[in-house]
């Protein structure tokens, strides 16, 4: 239920107010904190990385997030009427009634053209439609398959799109012979003068529908919920929009329907960075591992890789795992990753300590290092 769910703001931490940019750092330190592959095992950890995950879905959504400021969870809930965000709250099939001239610019028999009347039984093409998903780095990284809920326009199933009832058909208008449109004369002081006009017996469309379609009201079209499985191909970026042919409102006398614009939002990912094609990642490894190298266990897209880093491997050095990157999505190539090391510096060291490391130091031919207060370490006169 919506009222047991906590407030997505405070699930990431950040205000109201919070930027777009406030909003995905926020989500990047939570989904680190409690990241199941940090957190092995931990049920509470994989919770609240679900719950933050779920408030980054709407926060970072400019849509989901208006819904969400005014309705709250209901506003993103697809079980209450405001989630919907296509008709409002309906059932499988519903009458369009006016909300036609919100699809079509102009009641749905009315001037198409703004003034300029072309044949009104000619086919058109139905509406594009737009709708968004949000995935995960690695669905990004791999391709995966989301379910898509859409409010769409289809032709009516009970008279075949033609708006008449079951065993009647529609009719050429005698009074315009199905141009919808009709030469009105007037008289004016500089002659007679000749203008069209919509045909006020059949509304324009040029067809009379004696016994209309009681589903459709004579439409030939319906309002319908649908959901639609979506193939997201691997590679996809964030912020990418994928076009599905023919999966918008359908067409008008016979036209084709439009197509639905996907827009993927890509939830950030808590140690992986995407640079094009490639994958950046830091591994932090002790300065003892730094001197004396050591294997690495590397978290990759494919899971963990071997990677044996050599002696004397510097902070900041990079190496790179080839083919362990993204496909991209166009000639399905892979990047590499890179990998940044860094070297923890000890913050906190006890006595014994200290004196290993003096003595290391000593080891190397190094002498106790000695800061002249006014000079510093390198003799350099400090500003």
């Known amino acids: 239920m919506a009222d047991n769910k906590r407030d997505y703001y405070e699930v990431l931490g950040v205000d109201k107010s919070a930027s777009a940019d406030e909003i995905k750092k926020a989500y990047r330190k939570k989904a680190k904190q409690y990241h199941p592959d940090l957190n092995p095992g931990d049920a509470e950890a994989e919770a609240k990385f679900k719950e933050a995950n779920e408030a980054y879905e709407v926060l970072s959504d400019e849509q989901k997030k208006a819904r969400y400021d005014q309705f709250g969870h209901a506003g993103v809930d697809p079980n209450f009427g405001?989630?919907?965000?296509?008709?409002?709250?309906?059932?499988?099939?519903?009458?369009?009634?006016?909300?036609?001239?919100?699809?079509?610019?102009?009641?749905?028999?009315?001037?198409?053209?703004?003034?300029?009347?072309?044949?009104?039984?000619?086919?058109?093409?139905?509406?594009?439609?737009?709708?968004?998903?949000?995935?995960?780095?690695e669905e990004a990284a791999k391709g995966c398959k989301r379910k898509v809920d859409i409010n769409r326009v289809e032709g009516c199933t009970d008279c075949m799109g033609t708006g008449a009832q079951s065993g009647t058909s529609p009719t050429t208008c005698p009074e315009c012979h199905g141009t919808g449109q009709v030469s009105v004369q007037q008289r004016t002081p500089f002659g007679i003068m000749s203008t069209q006009k919509a045909c006020s017996r059949c509304g324009g469309k040029g067809k009379i529908i004696e016994h209309p379609c009681q589903k459709c009201r004579g439409r030939g079209r319906v309002a319908k919920h649908n959901t639609l499985e979506i193939e997201i191909p691997a590679g996809v970026d964030d912020r990418q929009t994928l076009k599905v042919r023919g999966e918008g409102n359908r067409g008008i006398n016979g036209g084709p329907s439009g197509d639905?614009?996907?827009?993927?939002?890509?939830?950030?990912?808590?140690?992986?960075?995407?640079?094009?094609?490639?994958?950046?990642?830091?591994?932090?490894?002790?300065?003892?591992?730094?001197?004396?190298?050591?294997?690495?266990?590397?978290?990759?897209?494919?899971?963990?890789?071997k990677y044996e880093m050599p002696a004397g491997t510097q902070p900041?050095?990079?190496?790179?795992?080839?083919?362990?990157?993204?496909?991209?999505?166009?000639?399905?190539?892979?990047?590499?990753?890179?990998?940044?090391?860094?070297?923890?510096?000890?913050?906190?060291?006890?006595?014994?300590?200290?004196?290993?490391?003096?003595?290391?130091?000593?080891?190397?031919?190094?002498?106790?290092?000695?800061?002249?207060?006014?000079?510093?370490?390198?003799?350099?006169?400090?500003?």
């Open 260 to 305: 639905l614009h996907i827009t993927v939002n890509v939830r950030p990912h808590p140690f992986f960075e995407r640079d094009g094609i490639n994958v950046w990642c830091e591994v932090h490894v002790t300065m003892v591992q730094a001197t004396l190298g050591d294997t690495l266990f590397v978290p990759t897209l494919d899971g963990k890789v």
């Open 316 to 383: 900041g050095a990079v190496f790179v795992l080839k083919g362990r990157g993204i496909q991209n999505i166009h000639t399905k190539a892979r990047g590499n990753q890179m990998v940044r090391i860094i070297v923890d510096i000890p913050t906190k060291l006890n006595e014994p300590q200290k004196e290993a490391l003096l003595r290391f130091n000593e080891a190397m031919g190094g002498s106790k290092p000695e800061i002249d207060e006014k000079k510093g370490f390198f003799g350099k006169k400090r500003r």
């Open 82 to 137: 405001a989630g919907g965000g296509g008709f409002g709250g309906f059932g499988d099939e519903i009458d369009l009634g006016d909300i036609f001239s919100s699809f079509f610019g102009g009641g749905f028999g009315g001037g198409f053209g703004g003034g300029r009347r072309s044949n009104p039984n000619a086919p058109r093409r139905g509406e594009d439609l737009q709708s968004t998903v949000t995935i995960s780095f």
